[in-house]
């Protein structure tokens, strides 16, 4: 069954989940402070999340090959859960103190991500479910 559900593109679903939630917190917080004196905005990089993702996704399909799996890594080395584990590193700090204008843009952009991934997802739990359902 984890084979299964590792073959699945939810596990890449389940990074951008998570990286647009924490997103959607970084850029309220900026919202929440907009009028703070001395506030910089901050941000989490999505091209820089991306980039790691694309590493990570890499790296597990060259285990998988060296191993000659189709499914988890035996010894439990899943290099996409480690992707959203630190956040920090890709955090950024804006020198230039941006207006609510384009804190709600970044927001809406980044709920569309987030919507996207939710949906994709609930169609492979769908597809997963019809599969199961099958074989019984």
């Given at each position: 069954?984890?084979?299964?559900?590792?073959?699945?593109?939810?596990?890449?679903?389940?990074?951008?989940?998570?990286?647009?939630?924490?997103?959607?917190?970084?850029?309220?917080?900026?919202?929440?402070?907009?009028?703070?004196?001395?506030y910089?905005?901050?941000?989490?990089?999505?091209?820089?999340?991306?980039?790691?993702?694309k590493?990570?996704?890499?790296?597990?399909?060259?285990?998988?090959?060296?191993?000659?799996?189709?499914?988890?890594?035996?010894?439990?080395?899943?290099?996409?859960a480690?992707?959203?584990?630190?956040?920090?590193?890709?955090?950024?700090?804006?020198?230039?103190?941006?207006?609510?204008?384009?804190?709600?843009?970044?927001?809406?952009?980044?709920?569309?991500?987030?919507?996207?991934?939710?949906?994709i997802?609930?169609?492979?739990?769908?597809?997963?479910?019809?599969?199961?359902?099958?074989?019984?």
């Amino acid at each position: 069954m984890p084979d299964l559900f590792q073959a699945t593109s939810v596990p890449l679903l389940e990074q951008v989940v998570n990286f647009s939630q924490a997103r959607h917190n970084v850029l309220a917080g900026n919202i929440a402070n907009i009028d703070t004196p001395g506030y910089r905005t901050r941000d989490l990089s999505p091209e820089m999340f991306q980039a790691k993702l694309k590493e990570a996704l890499q790296e597990r399909d060259a285990l998988r090959r060296s191993q000659g799996l189709r499914g988890a890594h035996p010894e439990g080395i899943d290099p996409l859960a480690a992707t959203g584990r630190n956040l920090e590193s890709i955090l950024r700090h804006d020198g230039v103190n941006v207006g609510i204008e384009g804190q709600v843009t970044e927001i809406a952009k980044n709920q569309v991500q987030h919507n996207m991934a939710l949906s994709i997802m609930n169609s492979q739990f769908r597809l997963l479910n019809t599969a199961i359902s099958e074989r019984v």
